[in-house]
């Protein structure tokens, strides 16, 4: 199957800082996502992207399909974007979510 | 509803009872998966429903796991004779359908003692 690798796997950020984190899969997909899971445990949806640039606030984030990457900006972080941050996408039939290995974010005061 | 909506929130049960976890898919969802994530680790794949189709079992761990969509709406996930190594959060996602975006619910938190 198709594997997805995410980088860093773990961030430590002052608040107020900026970050890039980067999701990578060996294979095309054509429905990736974002998730951002807080300290609860609640998966929320951030982007869905297949492909191109989309802006929500302090987040964007870009899916360059055809180089198999996608990036997840945060800028001016705050305390609360601490969480795991996991990209994902459906496998051609739509039978598994499958899941990167996500980022460990710890935003500090 | 609005979203997809988990019940209970938390279950905490003896070892070698049965619960049932119920998710509410987002209304006209076609699509409906399980997972589940134990501590400190990643999204396990339990169970996925499309449909009226035969539901892709493969991530059952074992028979003591089941579970069912009933009207093409609703679904149950039953663990039979609970383990300890059981305890962990179990999500349910729902999806529009056509390999659109995933939506998952709150989760519930399975403690098992």
């Known amino acids: 199957g198709i594997q997805v690798e995410q980088s860093p796997p773990d961030l430590i950020l002052q608040e107020g800082a900026n970050s890039t984190l980067r999701c990578n899969f060996s294979?095309?997909?054509?429905?990736l996502q974002w998730f951002h899971q807080n300290p609860w445990g609640q998966l929320i949806n951030l982007f869905y992207i297949p492909s191109g640039t989309k802006q929500n606030g302090r987040l964007s984030a870009t899916t360059v399909a055809t180089e198999r990457y996608s990036l997840l900006y945060i800028s001016s972080s705050q305390t609360t974007d601490s969480g795991v941050y996991f990209c994902a996408f459906l496998t051609g039939g739509g039978n598994k979510l499958t899941f990167g290995t996500g980022t460990q974010l710890k935003v500090e005061l | 509803g609005a979203g997809v909506s988990q019940s209970p929130s938390n279950k905490v049960t003896e070892k070698g009872k049965d619960v049932e976890l119920r998710c509410d898919p987002i209304?006209?969802?076609?699509?409906l998966y399980w997972y589940r994530q134990s501590l400190g680790q990643g999204l396990e794949f339990l169970i996925y429903?499309?449909?009226?189709?035969?539901?892709?079992k493969s991530g059952l761990p074992s028979d003591r796991f089941s579970a069912e969509r009933t009207g093409g709406s609703v679904s149950t996930l039953t663990i039979q004779r609970t383990q300890q190594e059981d305890s962990a959060v179990y999500l349910c996602?729902?999806?529009?359908?056509?390999?659109?975006?995933?939506?998952f619910g709150q989760g519930t938190r399975l403690t098992v003692v």
């Open positions: 294979d095309s997909v054509n429905n």
């Open positions: 209304s006209g969802h076609t699509a």
């Open positions: 996602a729902s999806v529009r359908g056509g390999n659109t975006e995933a939506f």
């Open positions: 429903f499309q449909g009226n189709s035969a539901p892709d």
